[in-house]
């Protein structure tokens, strides 16, 4: 279990200023293609790769395939530029890979290994799920220029590639056209930063949404009837959302994070779909302990960020 616990105060305006930004949009049935063509990328840059002997080759293969989503967006210039200024590291159990309150300004690249997120114990502390291979860290420092509000830790030995936003700005070969397709791809696949700052924000647009419990494990989530036990939305984004709702204290608490949940979602057309989550943090309210807020992860980014969250089940 990971804990979080944030200090500092957000300004709203930075938040929402990155999350209503343009989007890039991805055809899921041209990703299968995505690796091969990466790899023929690879395979014709020599001056690139040809240093690199066989172990590293592997790892950087390794990289370019769990990365694929990502890449698929780049031209063959615009990955040359980006893959490039990365710089692959390892790290190992036990050890700290951005201290609390940093200001380092970087984003990880997660390859493989099971990295936690961790403050000291207090009253509102958030326990957030750890991220592992696939999952990406750091855009609100990066874009945001926010300061770390966990301990990023290593449980195992971990291997991520890592942009150092210094690094990018002393190279005037940085397409700007290369990082708004970062940006865009952090805010729907880097969403726990973002979705960490929902739970200091005040929000009056605040709304009910229905909630819907067929988890026979989870006896600490009742089923809405009527005006009792409802939650409340308190902010979107394409990449996940925060929920509250009444959770009663028991020691099955602990097991909230990674649960699947399935939300629908209403766009402004009142187009409403279905879309899969995980659980990936929680904090318990500091002004009402029955209350709860959740922080979920979509599986796939949503069409928009102009939308409403009716219902939440947790499945």
């Known amino acids: 279990m990971e804990d979080l616990n944030q200090d500092e105060e957000l300004e709203d305006d930075d938040l929402f200023d990155f999350m209503n930004e343009g989007e890039v949009q991805n055809d899921d049935n041209e990703e299968d293609d995505a690796f091969r063509e990466i790899l023929a990328r690879t395979q014709s840059n020599t001056d690139d790769f040809a240093s690199l002997d066989k172990l590293e080759l592997e790892n950087a293969e390794d990289h370019l395939s769990v990365w694929s989503d990502f890449y698929y967006m780049l031209d063959s210039d615009e990955f040359n530029i980006f ?3 990365l710089e692959k590291e390892e790290y190992g159990s036990g050890e700290v890979i951005v201290e609390k309150e940093s200001d380092v300004q970087k ?13 000291e114990e207090k009253a509102d502390m958030i326990h957030l799920k750890q991220l592992r291979s696939g999952n990406m860290i750091g855009s609100s420092s990066f874009f945001g220029g926010k300061k770390w509000p966990f301990l990023l830790v290593a449980q195992e030995n971990v291997a991520c590639h890592v942009l150092d936003k210094s ?8 397409a700007d056209d290369v990082l708004q397709k970062l940006k865009s791809y952090c805010k729907d696949h880097d969403v726990i930063s973002w979705l960490v700052e929902m739970l200091q924000i005040q929000t009056p ?4 949404v229905k909630i819907i419990n067929m988890n026979k494990q989870l006896d600490s989530i009742e089923n809405s009837e009527g005006n009792e036990n409802v939650g409340s939305c308190f902010g979107v984004m394409r990449g996940g959302v925060c929920i509250e709702l009444p959770v ?3 020691s099955k608490n602990r097991d909230i994070n990674g649960l699947l949940v399935e939300a629908l979602l209403c766009d402004m057309d009142e187009k409403c779909e279905k879309i899969f989550g995980v659980i990936s943090g929680w904090q318990r309210s500091d002004q009402d302990e029955k209350m709860v807020k959740m922080l979920v992860k979509f599986y796939h980014p949503y069409r928009t960020d102009k939308y409403t969250c009716n219902k939440l089940t947790f499945l």
């Open 167 to 174: 690094k990018c700005q002393a190279d005037l070969d940085v």
């Open 205 to 208: 647009q605040a709304y009910d």
């Open 248 to 250: 009663a204290r028991t």
């Open 107 to 119: 984003l990880f690249f997660i390859d493989a290994g099971d990295v936690d997120l961790v403050t």
């Open 83 to 85: 893959y490039k200024l």
